[in-house]
């Protein structure tokens, strides 16, 4: 499955996020009711939260201070949802059982705002517009995240996919939007529309498509089960993996850097390939390899640093920071204890997301949430919640 922004708390850096994390991918699942929720918190919560986190739990969501980790409100929330940033410095999208449902986050309020739908899958921020991607119905919705604040839904382009497909899609900054292509039983590729939702482009050589990241130079690049396929200046490029079988689903890119940094399994029949090797995708020469960390991880263990360096978090508890151009690891920054991938992917497990020069790691096993300088590997700040958390988030401007 398969980014970079700037932060107001930021300045003088150049600050890169994956533009879909798996970080920020698969919907939940289907219902035929529309989920309630409503909040609690301590007796006089704070007016606004700054630069909120949000962590979900079964059963809610909480809101973090960005700086303190304390927690400023339970949001109650039922089924399984999942959290990505909205694309502006206050809102969060979540995905719910009946559709995408905004939350402003530093307000701590589920606003009114919903995208309904099937499982509600991908979100995807480039180029100061966000694409909603709806699986059960296939099709796509793209605002941009700044009028979120009006309180009501922001203009939104739509286009509907010609079947309903686990896809997902991006608008490029002079209004093309790639979006893929696929059914409920196969998936085969992406195509290119013009700002008036025509077709100009479309490559189905990329099976199992899945996830896409941007790289500098706005090289867009969606995962297959045998590599990735590139789209830049107008016209797709397949890259091919050094095995038959070698998937890339998720994938995290940087405007500070033209490699992406991928996932990689190779091994199609197993029910659950723990992989221990990344793949780096050098959008500009169109060439692949891998790294070996020497252990696992997972799909929510793949982000960006602030100059563009690739983050990997391990099942060994440790956040390797990786060189993009050369592949070596430059160092390894351990954060939580050991831990082991669930078979099933709706089950928590230690999960990454970077915003700045700061690591946001959650650990379930303790109900623990860690931050930590990714300049200096220190732990800055550490806090216990109620509940374990899954998924974690947070707001991130746009870019």
Known sequence: MNTSIRRRALTGTALALAVSTVLTACGGEDSSTDAKAHDTAAPTPAAAVKDPL?????GGLYILDGETLELARTVELPGFNRVSPAGDQ???????????????????????IEYQGSKPGHVVRHAGRTALFTDGTGEVNVFDPTGLGAGKKPATRTYTSAEPHHGVAIELENGELLSTLGTEEKRTGALVLD??????????KCPGVHGEAAARNEAVAFGCEDGVLIYKDGRFTKVDAPDDYGRIGNQAGSDASPVLLGDYKSDPEAELERPTRVSLIDTEK??????????SYSFRSLARGPEGEALVL?????????????????KKIPVVGEWREPLDWQQPRPTLFVRGGTAYVSEPGKKALHAVDLATGEKTTSVTLPQSTNELSGVVAGH
Do not use: W
Not at 286 to 295: I, K, P, Y
């Open 90 to 112: 206050d809102h969060v999208i979540v995905s719910t059982d009946s559709g995408f449902r905004v939350l402003d986050a530093t307000g701590q309020t589920l606003t009114d």
């Open 54 to 58: 949000v962590a979900t739990f079964e």
């Open 195 to 204: 700002k008036n939702n025509k077709e100009i482009e479309r490559n189905e």
């Open 286 to 295: 169109a060439t692949l390899r891998l790294v070996d960390l020497g252990t």
């Open 314 to 330: 391990g099942t060994d508890g440790a956040i390797r920071v990786i060189d993009p151009v050369s592949g070596e690891i430059d």
